[in-house]
């Protein structure tokens, strides 16, 4: 039965099936072993925000896996479908998913498809804040670079351990999680990238293995119009007992303040409204 969330599917050729169409096959790598790439887009109105940077990272992380470079016409072509079939009145802000599969197991196309759905309720309310806690990843940055098969940079289809994370966050009263490696360096959320003010400066970690942010880059991008810039850096776990405020930021969810970590309350930044300005939070 299809739930009643509503969501509609386009393939690169342009037309739209029903998400009740099946796409794949029972052999597709990407669901047997979680192999293949993704990337998500943020829309608002009508209005896809920095599809070429998405495009442009959906090629990254293919190459990164050694996918078939995908088509890119093909996926922007899917997202015009999309973005003229869907509701906006009744939606008007929503994400668009592109997938890429490395296909059936025993040869065959990748399998590549759109799919547009409304940003939840749930998303939309971590703008109000979140609580955090900081987990372990289990291995240092630097090394990750050096170690391609852990996929550094990869927005890969295998997100069990992100999702795993996050179900050990609310398992454990809070809604997120920010990665740190052993010797405690702090990186990024399961599904975000982090930043934090730091006496006024915005500091984000630096981006060795981890995954690019679109929306941080708006940031990066549009902070001087306010006079303010961030800045990439090593950041301790340690840090974040002395931080003005902490923020999660992501294409659905935008940025949502941290306001807890690890139980202890963290202050909401007197940027806050700044950020949101800059990043057109709606509503700001
Ligand atoms: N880091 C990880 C691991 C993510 O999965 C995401 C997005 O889902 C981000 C950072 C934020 O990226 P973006 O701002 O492009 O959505």
New binding site residues.
């Given amino acids: 039965m299809t739930a009643s969330v509503p969501q509609l599917v386009a393939l690169l050729d342009g037309s739209l099936v029903d998400v009740d169409t099946p796409l794949l096959r029972a052999d597709d790598l990407g669901v047997v072993r979680g192999d293949g790439v993704f990337?998500?887009?943020?829309c608002r109105n009508g209005r896809v925000t920095?599809l070429e940077?998405?495009l442009e990272?959906l090629a990254t992380s293919a190459h990164i896996l050694s996918l078939p470079e995908p088509d890119l016409a093909g996926y922007a072509r899917a997202v015009d479908a999309l973005v003229d079939a869907w509701d906006w009145e009744a939606h008007p802000e929503a994400t668009v998913r592109l997938v890429e599969t490395r296909g059936p197991e025993h040869g065959g196309e990748p399998t590549c498809w759109a799919m547009m759905q409304p940003v939840p309720d749930s998303v939309r309310r971590e703008r109000e804040g979140v609580r955090v806690v900081v987990l372990d990843r289990g291995h240092e940055a630097e090394e990750t670079s050096e170690l391609p098969w852990l996929l550094p940079g990869a927005?890969s289809l295998s997100?069990g351990i992100?999702m795993a994370a996050k179900r050990w966050a609310k398992a454990h009263g809070a809604d997120d999680a920010i990665?740190v490696t052993p010797s405690g360096l702090l990186l990024?959320?399961?599904?975000?990238?982090l930043v934090v003010d730091l006496d006024g400066e915005l500091v984000t970690p630096r981006q060795d293995g981890?995954?690019?942010?679109?929306?941080?880059?708006?940031l990066v991008d549009a902070a001087p119009e306010a006079g303010l810039q961030v800045r990439f850096a090593h950041l301790q776990r340690e840090a974040l007992a002395g931080v003005r405020g902490a923020w999660l930021?992501?294409?659905?969810r935008?940025l949502a303040p941290i306001v807890s970590i690890d139980g202890a309350e963290l202050p909401i930044s007197p940027l806050h409204p700044t950020l949101r300005k800059l990043l057109a939070v709606p509503g700001a």
């Fill in positions: 990337d998500v887009a943020s920095d940077a998405h990272r927005k997100y992100n990665f990024e959320g399961p599904t975000s990238a981890i995954l690019p942010s679109t929306t941080l880059r708006t930021l992501s294409s659905g935008i």
